[in-house]
C-alpha cells in the first residue's frame, strides 16, 4: 500500500469507496487492516455503506461489530435488517449492548443516538492535585478542553477547564471549581441544533446529558462538522431529487428513485397544459400568445426561485420565525413588485415594437406583474407550511412553486387575451 494512502483518515477513505464501482470496492476493502473498516464504514454515506455491506459475510459484519466503538456500531446496525441488527446487540458485552439500546432509543435525528462516549470524566470529590498527577499518565480523548465532574451516580455537575487547573490548590476538591454553564445538551436535541450550540459556545467540545441529567457522553466540533457537511450535502442532493444516493448504484435503484420525481413533473407539467388548453382556441387565433407565453412564466418562477432561496436559508438558519414572517414577506412583495414593474415596462415595450398591438403590451405587462407578485408570495408560504408539515422545503419547494407560477402566468395572460384580443 503506497505510504500516502496509510496516512488516510476514515473520511478520506470513504471518500475513496464512493468513488468506485461495486466490484473495485470489495477488492480493496479485503487489503485493509480491520481496525480501519468501522471507522471508514461509519464515515461513508448511508447508501454507500448499505450497497459496501451487502458484499460482506454475516461472520466479516459480526467481526466488524466487535471491533467497533458503540457510535460507529450504531452507524453500522442502521445499515442492516432489524432482525439482524437485534441478533447482533444480543452477541454483544452486557454494557456495549446497554449502550446500544440507549442509543437507539433516540431517533437518527436526535444527538443521543450518535453521542460520543468517549469522555473524560471524574468524580466531584477527587481533588485537583490528584487529577493532574492521573493526568500525566493518561491520553485525554481528542476535542477535549474541560474535564466533565459527576457525582456518584454519574449526573453531570459541572466541567473545569483544564487550564484553570494549574492555579488551583492541589487539595481543592473538583466539586469546588467546577461550573456548570449552560453549555450542555439535551440527548434529544435536533442533531443541527447540537451542532449550531458547539458552535456558538467557542468550546471544542459539550457535555450531552438524559432528561434526568445523567451524562451520556460528549459532542465535539469535530462531529459538529460532520452534521454540517452531511446536512449540506443533503441540500444539494435534494436539488437534483438524488438524496444521498451511492454514485454506483445499480441503474434499476437509481432508475426508480428519480422516476418518482420525474412523474410528478410530469403531472405538474401536465396542469400548466391543461390551461393552456382551455384558451386553445385564443392561442390559434393570436399566434403571438404562442411566443410570448414562455416569458410570463420564465420570470414568474425565476422571480419565485430567488425569494424560495431566502426563505429555506432563513428557515435552514433559524433566522426566520412566526415573529418576522410578516416582514419578509412585505419586503419580498415589494421587490417583486417594483422589479415586475420595470420588466413589464421593459417587455411592454418590445412587444409593442414587435407586434404593433397595444392591447397585447398592456396584457403581458399586468401578466408579468401579477405573476411575478404570486410567485413572491408563494415562495415565501410554500417552504414555510412545508417546514410546518415535516417536509423538507429543499426537497418539495420547487415542484409546487414551478406548478403554481405556470398556471397562474398562463390563467392571467390568455384569460385577458381572451377578453381583450378575441
Same mark, same amino acid.
Given at each position: 500500500?503506497?505510504?500516502? $494512502?496509510?496516512?488516510?483518515?476514515?473520511?478520506?477513505?470513504?471518500?475513496?469507496?464512493?468513488g468506485l464501482p461495486k466490484d473495485l470496492r470489495f477488492e480493496l476493502w479485503q487489503t485493509l487492516n480491520e481496525s480501519k473498516k468501522s471507522p471508514i464504514l461509519a464515515a461513508m454515506r448511508g447508501d454507500s455503506r448499505e450497497k459496501l455491506m451487502s458484499l460482506l459475510s454475516n461472520q466479516n459484519i459480526e467481526d466488524l461489530a466487535f471491533a467497533s466503538s458503540t457510535e460507529h456500531l450504531v452507524e453500522i446496525l442502521d445499515a442492516l435488517p432489524h432482525r439482524v441488527a437485534k441478533d447482533l446487540i444480543k452477541k454483544l458485552s452486557a454494557q456495549e449492548s446497554g449502550l446500544i439500546e440507549e442509543a437507539l432509543n433516540y431517533s437518527d435525528e436526535q444527538l443521543g443516538r450518535y453521542v460520543n462516549h468517549d469522555v473524560y470524566a471524574v468524580n466531584k470529590r477527587v481533588s485537583v492535585g490528584v487529577l493532574?498527577?492521573?493526568?500525566?499518565?493518561? $491520553?485525554?480523548?481528542?476535542?477535549?478542553?474541560s474535564i466533565l465532574v459527576v457525582d456518584d451516580t454519574g449526573h453531570y455537575l459541572g466541567q473545569v477547564d483544564i487550564n484553570q487547573l494549574f492555579s488551583c490548590e492541589a487539595g481543592t476538591p473538583l466539586i469546588h471549581v467546577a461550573e456548570?454553564?449552560?453549555?450542555?445538551?439535551?440527548?434529544?436535541?435536533?442533531?443541527?441544533?447540537?451542532s449550531e450550540a458547539v458552535k456558538s459556545s467557542g468550546r471544542s467540545m459539550l457535555p450531552v446529558i438524559t432528561k434526568e441529567g445523567r451524562l451520556l457522553g460528549r459532542f465535539s466540533v469535530k462531529d459538529?462538522?460532520?452534521?454540517?457537511?452531511?446536512?449540506?450535502?443533503?441540500?444539494?442532493?435534494?436539488m437534483g431529487r438524488v438524496s444521498d444516493e451511492d454514485l454506483f448504484a445499480p441503474v434499476f435503484t437509481s432508475s426508480r428513485r428519480r422516476a418518482v420525481w420525474l412523474g410528478i413533473n410530469l403531472l405538474t407539467a401536465f396542469a400548466a397544459s391543461i390551461v393552456i388548453g382551455i384558451f386553445d382556441e385564443v392561442v390559434a387565433q393570436v399566434v403571438a400568445l404562442a411566443v410570448l407565453m414562455p416569458i410570463v412564466a420564465s420570470m414568474g418562477g425565476i422571480t419565485g426561485s430567488q425569494t424560495l432561496t431566502v426563505t429555506i436559508r432563513g428557515l435552514a438558519t433559524g433566522q426566520l420565525a412566526t415573529s418576522n414572517l410578516t416582514a419578509l414577506g412585505n419586503k419580498e412583495v415589494l421587490v417583486a413588485f417594483f422589479n415586475g414593474l420595470l420588466w413589464a415596462l421593459v417587455v411592454s415595450a418590445i412587444t409593442s415594437f414587435w407586434f404593433d398591438n397595444p392591447w397585447l403590451s398592456a396584457i403581458i405587462a399586468v401578466a408579468l406583474i401579477i405573476n411575478m407578485l404570486i410567485a413572491a408570495i408563494a415562495g415565501i408560504m410554500i417552504p414555510v407550511l412545508l417546514d410546518k408539515m415535516g417536509i423538507d422545503p429543499?426537497?418539495?419547494?420547487?415542484?409546487?412553486?414551478?406548478?403554481?407560477?405556470?398556471?397562474?402566468?398562463?390563467?392571467?395572460?390568455l384569460g385577458s387575451a381572451s377578453l381583450l384580443l378575441v
Open positions: 500500500m503506497p505510504i500516502i $494512502a496509510r496516512d488516510f483518515s476514515s473520511e478520506d477513505w470513504a471518500f475513496v469507496f464512493e493532574l498527577e492521573t493526568l500525566k499518565t493518561e $491520553a485525554l480523548p481528542t476535542y477535549t478542553d456548570f454553564s449552560d453549555h450542555v445538551l439535551q440527548a434529544d436535541l435536533d442533531l443541527f441544533e447540537a459538529a462538522i460532520d452534521v454540517y457537511q452531511e446536512y449540506y450535502e443533503t441540500q444539494l442532493s435534494h429543499a426537497l418539495a419547494s420547487s415542484v409546487i412553486l414551478t406548478t403554481m407560477t405556470d398556471v397562474v402566468g398562463f390563467f392571467v395572460f
